[in-house]
């Protein structure tokens, strides 16, 4: 070989020396113990026991407050106001009167409607007159026909004895023993009882006759009698028809209250309820006892209950914030608030004291659900997966996930009813970033 191109090579590979010297050192290429590389990639998470907690679910919605019974107060008939008796702030009683009306028209009906019913009374009477007097010509002419009937039986008496001894004595005179004068005497006097028998026959046809008209006028009195009580009846129907719209020119408390409002004044013309012109007179608010309205909203709605066993709800004022008012759900609707989607239900509250306003707005906390000592995870524990629910349990360093069943969901809590016990290891935040199998390094609480 040349020695020139040998002395070019040798120099080369000194040049690449000093080079290579001068370069710093990468530390990437060099060869990790696999204990370091194993930590580096570890996923750190906050792990411990499924604690044991006491969860309280709370509904806090507005309400308002409102009278236990409230009525406005307006006319049934029209008139003129002679008086009015209250005004606003006045407590009643039931059945106290609150205004008078004027209007004599509905007096004077109830005079007439009197004297109708006098009317119809003596019409009664004489219709039961009338009924007595036929019932006595029936008997009269029961009389009649039973006398006509008796001489019935006497013309037949005698008719068999002439008939008997005209038969007798005209064979005497057939054998001369008595002469032609006796025989026809007697046939006289046999003819004249079959005369007499045929006369008492239209007697009692007659008698029979004026039986049967005087039957017929007891029946036309019974009529008359029974048309004039109806008529009697009619008018005392009427007649308290009358007293009752007079009574209405009085207007009484319907029931033991306040008066809340007054539109009416002493000489005003009132229209009758129902009329293009009615607007309530008075209004009498009872406020001894409130109803408290509040709106649940649907996803709480099944938790609520009502009657003896109800929700405790307290309820805060805004002009008191440190009064609390305590109280239970007394009732509630059946469905729900089809515009709010909401299920409305009441309280009832004592306010003999009359410090709930009607009309007033409070802030209600309904006491729905109260779990004492139950398994309970934060709601980053949990991951859901389609319809499946799950934890995160570390197990030997590695993620195993766990199908649990929850229950209420308080605030970040949430109640755990099945898949867990409070001896396990479970991911307490991030679970859903997690995998099955996944190794994790738990962080240790400083």
Same mark, same amino acid.
């Given at each position: 070989?040349?020695?020139?191109?040998?002395?070019?090579?040798?120099?080369?590979?000194?040049?690449?020396?000093?080079?290579?010297?001068?370069? /710093?050192?990468?530390?990437?290429?060099? &060869?990790?113990?696999? =204990?370091?590389?194993? !930590?580096?990639?570890?996923?750190?998470?906050?792990?411990?026991?499924? /604690?044991?907690?006491?969860?309280?679910?709370?509904? #806090?919605?507005?309400?308002? #407050? =409102?009278?236990? $019974?409230?009525?406005?107060?307006? %006319?049934?008939?029209?008139?003129?106001?002679?008086?009015?008796?209250?005004?606003?702030?006045?407590?009643? +009683?039931?059945?106290?009167?609150?205004? #008078?009306?004027?209007?004599?028209?509905?007096?004077? %009906?109830?005079?007439?409607?009197?004297?109708?019913?006098?009317?119809?009374?003596?019409?009664?009477?004489?219709?039961?007159?009338?009924?007595?007097?036929? @019932?006595?010509?029936?008997?009269? !002419?029961?009389?009649?026909?039973?006398?006509?009937?008796?001489?019935?039986?006497?013309?037949?008496?005698?008719?068999?004895?002439?008939? %008997?001894?005209?038969?007798?004595?005209?064979?005497?005179?057939?054998?001369?023993?008595?002469?032609?004068?006796?025989?026809?005497?007697?046939?006289? $006097?046999?003819? !004249?009882?079959?005369?007499? *028998?045929?006369?008492?026959?239209?007697?009692?046809?007659?008698?029979?006759?004026?039986?049967?008209?005087?039957?017929?006028?007891?029946?036309?009195?019974?009529?008359?009698?029974?048309?004039? *009580?109806?008529?009697?009846?009619?008018?005392?129907?009427?007649?308290? $028809?009358?007293?009752?719209?007079?009574?209405?020119? #009085?207007?009484?408390? &319907?029931?033991?209250?306040?008066?809340?409002?007054?539109?009416?004044?002493?000489?005003?013309?009132?229209?009758?309820?129902?009329?293009?012109?009615? @607007? /309530?007179?008075?209004?009498?608010?009872?406020?001894?006892?409130?109803?408290?309205?509040?709106?649940?909203?649907?996803? =709480?709605?099944?938790?609520?209950?009502?009657?003896?066993?109800?929700? &405790?709800?307290?309820?805060?004022?805004?002009?008191?914030?440190?009064? +609390?008012?305590?109280?239970?759900?007394?009732?509630?609707?059946?469905?729900?608030?089809?515009?709010?989607?909401?299920? &409305?239900?009441?309280?009832?509250?004592?306010?003999?004291?009359? *410090?709930?306003? /009607?009309? !007033?707005?409070?802030?209600?906390?309904?006491?729905?659900?109260?779990?004492?000592?139950?398994?309970?995870?934060?709601?980053?524990?949990?991951?859901?997966?389609?319809?499946?629910?799950?934890?995160?349990?570390?197990?030997?360093?590695?993620?195993?996930?766990?199908?649990?069943?929850?229950?209420?969901?308080?605030?970040?809590?949430?109640?755990?009813?099945?898949?867990?016990?409070?001896?396990?290891?479970?991911?307490?935040? +991030?679970?859903?970033?997690?995998?099955?199998?996944?190794?994790?390094?738990?962080?240790? *609480?400083?």
């Amino acid at each position: 070989m040349n020695i020139n191109v040998v002395t070019y090579h040798l120099h080369l590979l000194v040049f690449a020396a000093i080079l290579a010297g001068c370069k /710093p050192v990468d530390r990437s290429m060099e &060869p990790v113990s696999s =204990e370091k590389t194993t !930590a580096s990639q570890l996923e750190r998470v906050t792990a411990g026991s499924v /604690p044991r907690k006491t969860l309280q679910l709370y509904s #806090v919605q507005p309400a308002r #407050v =409102e009278a236990y $019974q409230q009525t406005p107060i307006l %006319s049934k008939i029209s008139g003129y106001v002679e008086s009015v008796a209250v005004d606003i702030g006045d407590s009643v +009683r039931q059945g106290e009167p609150l205004i #008078v009306l004027n209007a004599p028209e509905y007096k004077d %009906s109830v005079v007439t409607k009197q004297g109708l019913i006098g009317q119809a009374t003596a019409q009664v009477k004489q219709a039961e007159a009338a009924l007595v007097a036929a @019932q006595a010509a029936v008997g009269s !002419a029961l009389a009649q026909v039973q006398q006509a009937l008796a001489g019935i039986d006497r013309a037949d008496a005698e008719l068999t004895r002439w008939k %008997s001894e005209s038969s007798r004595i005209s064979e005497l005179a057939d054998k001369g023993t008595v002469t032609k004068k006796q025989a026809d005497e007697t046939l006289s $006097q046999y003819q !004249a009882a079959i005369a007499s *028998k045929k006369e008492l026959q239209a007697v009692v046809v007659s008698a029979q006759a004026k039986h049967l008209e005087a039957e017929s006028t007891v029946g036309q009195s019974q009529a008359d009698l029974e048309a004039s *009580k109806a008529k009697l009846a009619v008018a005392v129907s009427e007649h308290a $028809q009358a007293a009752t719209m007079a009574g209405y020119l #009085v207007i009484v408390a &319907p029931f033991d209250g306040i008066v809340t409002s007054r539109s009416v004044d002493r000489g005003h013309y009132v229209q009758p309820a129902g009329s293009n012109d009615d @607007q /309530p007179l008075l209004t009498i608010s009872d406020t001894s006892r409130v109803r408290i309205h509040v709106d649940i909203p649907e996803a =709480e709605a099944s938790f609520v209950d009502f009657g003896s066993s109800g929700d &405790p709800v307290e309820f805060s004022i805004p002009s008191e914030p440190a009064r +609390r008012i305590l109280g239970k759900v007394t009732r509630l609707s059946s469905s729900l608030d089809p515009q709010s989607r909401c299920l &409305p239900i009441q309280v009832e509250l004592d306010n003999s004291e009359h *410090k709930l306003l /009607p009309g !007033a707005f409070v802030q209600a906390k309904v006491s729905l659900v109260e779990k004492k000592d139950v398994l309970a995870l934060p709601i980053g524990a949990v991951g859901k997966k389609g319809d499946t629910t799950y934890c995160c349990l570390v197990i030997d360093g590695k993620i195993l996930t766990r199908s649990i069943q929850l229950g209420i969901r308080v605030g970040d809590d949430v109640e755990v009813l099945s898949g867990l016990d409070a001896s396990e290891t479970v991911v307490l935040a +991030r679970a859903g970033g997690l995998k099955d199998g996944q190794s994790v390094e738990i962080l240790k *609480k400083k």
